[in-house]
């Protein structure tokens, strides 16, 4: 299992992912799930993936293939398109293998998150399914998740805001998001890796990956735990039926 998200606001994205790729109990290993594809200047796109490692990688060979040839990604026109061409892929490894895959039971799951900006247009982000189609982030839904995705999800519905929300926190924000998984699954695992753009720059300057024993990681996690248990003792006095204050 892996876990991905991504976080749309006014100034930019945040986009995250872990790095823990399973067989089993028994067999668990390191793989990168966040890419980049840049051309400074004129455009920059950040890709998550989750599902089957085999079938990412297939989907990131077409699609670096195609951009080191100068197609694809390299010269699409909008940030709508680059989702498409991911979408693409997906369906070109899909007709390739699914049946495959089928014939012994085993599903077809891969799912991205495209983010990025050409030239001077809105950035955006998208979603791309295992059938090739995007879902796009809006204001009013500024976040996006792939893989395991319910125990990181809670904060970022509470405190995740598209006007309100700076690139800072958004940071700090999906840290506590991929920690709160970690904590809860063991499928889901370090190193961390974190991409911040800074909207209209074109280019990615604020990239890093965090292992599990990364002093700024521990920083954050250790402080989250005791902010929470010391807001949970300030919160109110639950007074039930029949008691005397």
């Known amino acids: ?44 796109f950040v890709l998550l993936t989750s599902g089957g490692l085999s ?99 809670p904060i970022l519905d509470r405190a995740v805001k598209y006007d309100g929300t700076s690139l800072e926190q958004a940071t700090k924000l999906a840290l506590i998001s991929l920690d709160s998984t970690m904590r809860s699954n063991l499928t889901v695992g370090p190193p961390i890796d974190l991409a911040v753009y800074h909207a209209n720059e074109l280019r990615l300057r604020q990239q890093i990956r965090l292992s599990a024993d990364d002093p700024q990681l521990l920083a954050i996690r250790t402080q989250w735990e005791q902010e929470l248990r010391s807001a949970s003792q300030r919160l109110p006095v639950i007074q039930f039926p029949g008691e005397y204050s």
């Open 55 to 153: 079938l990412s990688q297939s989907v990131l060979a077409l699609l670096q293939s195609d951009y080191n040839a100068g197609y694809g990604l390299a010269n699409v026109a909008t940030m709508y398109d680059a989702a498409r061409c991911v979408g693409e892929a997906v369906r070109a490894v899909a007709a390739r293998d699914r049946q495959f895959l089928e014939r012994d039971n085993i599903g077809f799951n891969v799912n991205f998150l495209v983010g990025g900006q050409i030239d001077q247009q809105p950035h955006e982000l998208y979603l791309i399914y295992p059938q090739g189609n995007p879902l796009q982030a809006t204001p009013d839904c500024p976040f996006l998740q792939i893989g395991e995705s319910k125990y990181g999800r």
């Open 1 to 44: 299992m892996s876990y991905c998200l991504a976080i749309y606001t006014k100034l930019g994205l945040v986009l995250a992912s872990d790095s823990r790729t399973n067989a089993g109990l028994d067999q668990a290993n390191v793989a990168r799930k966040l890419y980049t594809f840049v051309k400074p200047g004129e455009r920059v």
